[in-house]
């Protein structure tokens, strides 16, 4: 039911997605926390994060694999046991659902949210189960994603918890060993001007 409700929350999202003007990103980005962010949830974080007009975001941490697979949380089914990649926690919000990260240059169907040209959201579960059964070489399962309302995101970026950078589908969905090390220190060089 939980999904369900997600779900549909998305889907009208979806709908009326427009980029934000001036909150933060205007366009998706990726977002490398700090050195300075202590948060325990967010510390040495990286995250995708999307405008979706009327200055909210959401977004999903890309650098956080779980030690579980799809195999131990859907024990009966079998496509999900092929999936050897562990699941990864996106964020606090909704973490009971599994969604679908995915590099490829057509939607995945359903109601998929596009972030970049060749990289999407799937999350409904039709969408996110095709995607397990017939092409999970090309996808991340994360559970859970991080939503801010309006301002939030804007005022995050504000008060210096983020570096923000451009996107890049490659990097996104890079393996996330030294991931956060190896970005930090790029937009740290890039913020001193070197």
């Known amino acids: 039911m939980i999904r369900l409700l997600l779900a549909a929350t ?21 977002l490398v926390a700090k050195r300075q962010l202590n948060d325990p949830f967010y510390k040495a974080t990286v995250l995708v994060v999307r405008p979706m007009g009327g200055d909210q975001h959401i977004g ?4 956080r694999p779980t030690k579980m697979t799809l195999g131990q949380l859907f024990p009966d089914h079998k496509p999900s046991h ?13 973490a009971s659902v599994i969604f679908a ?13 596009r972030l970049l040209p060749d990289l999407y959201i799937a999350f409904e579960t039709a969408t996110v189960d095709n995607i397990i059964e ?9 559970a859970g994603l991080v939503t ?47």
Not at 10 to 30: C, D, E, F, R
Not at 134 to 141: E, G, L, Q, S
Request: hydrophobic share 40%; aromatic share 6%.
């Open 60 to 63: 999903m941490i890309v650098n």
């Open 101 to 113: 990260l995915v590099h490829r240059t057509q939607s995945p169907g359903g109601k998929s949210l």
């Open 10 to 30: 998305l889907a009208s999202l979806v709908a009326w997605a427009t980029p934000a003007h001036s909150a933060g990103p205007g366009q998706t980005a990726i």
């Open 134 to 142: 017939n092409d999970p070489k090309h996808a991340r399962f994360v």
């Open 148 to 194: 801010w309302q309006p301002g939030e995101l804007r005022d995050e970026i504000r008060r210096g918890a983020w570096h923000v950078m451009d996107a890049d589908p490659a990097l996104i969905m890079r393996k996330p060993d030294g991931m956060w090390d190896d970005l930090v220190r790029r937009a740290e060089i890039r913020a001193q001007g070197i």
């Open 82 to 94: 092929k999936v050897a990649d562990p699941v990864f926690l996106g964020g606090p919000s909704s």
